[in-house]
């Protein structure tokens, strides 16, 4: 039940559409995902390839699956080195409604600077992603192999981070050659 309570006072973020890049790699985001989204929430790049305004909460939901692993591990080095170059927060709108676009993740997410450019907005439950037209038709075309190795990457970090811990860690284990343990 407490499920059901949470999801009634969580207003998730829907709709699509298409809007007019303006001057300052600004951008009018829709009232309805701007409430969705509430104040200080995080831009990153996410393993699709579009940049993401993901709710404050949701994205502490991924930080606390990294904190929970190993942190010496593998896994866990792998999403953080994905995850925090490639992200900003927290991020809010301007007085007019509008999003800036840092300059560091619009290479990542091949958003372009150019006024006057269209990008497409859409809701997806918890955040909202930023895609080109162009890029969004491509990752239409072919969902499961669009950034494949990017998945699979992510994939093979997170059975990494998963997996139960060597009984001896590397850092002990050198230590203990070296006759200082």
């Given at each position: 039940m407490?499920?059901s ?13 298409e ?15 701007r409430?969705a989204l509430?104040?200080d929430f995080?831009l ?9 305004a ?10 606390r699956?990294?904190a929970?692993?190993?942190p ?10 994905f ?15 509008r ?6 993740l619009?290479?990542p ?5 150019e ?6 907005v ?18 239409e ?6 950034n494949?190795?990017?998945w ?17 860690h590397?850092v002990?284990?050198?230590i ?6």
């Amino acid at each position: 039940m407490a499920g059901s309570e949470t999801y009634r006072k969580f207003s998730p973020l829907r709709g699509r559409a298409e809007i007019t890049l303006e001057t300052g790699n600004r951008f009018v985001v829709p009232k309805d995902m701007r409430e969705a989204l509430g104040r200080d929430f995080v831009l990153w790049v996410s393993l699709t390839g579009c940049l993401v305004a993901q709710t404050a909460s949701a994205f502490e939901g991924l930080e606390r699956e990294i904190a929970a692993g190993d942190p010496f591990g593998r896994g866990c080095d792998i999403l953080r080195r994905f995850i925090y170059p490639n992200s900003a927060g927290p991020v809010n709108f301007d007085e007019q409604g509008r999003l800036v676009i840092p300059a560091e993740l619009r290479g990542p997410s091949k958003l372009s600077d150019e006024k006057g450019k269209k990008i497409l907005v859409l809701g997806c439950f918890d955040r909202m992603e930023i895609w080109t037209p162009e890029e969004f038709i491509r990752y239409e075309a072919n969902k499961l192999q669009y950034n494949a190795d990017r998945w699979a990457d992510f994939d093979n970090a997170r059975a990494a981070m998963n997996a139960a811990p060597s009984r001896v860690h590397p850092v002990e284990e050198a230590i203990k050659r070296m006759g200082r343990g």
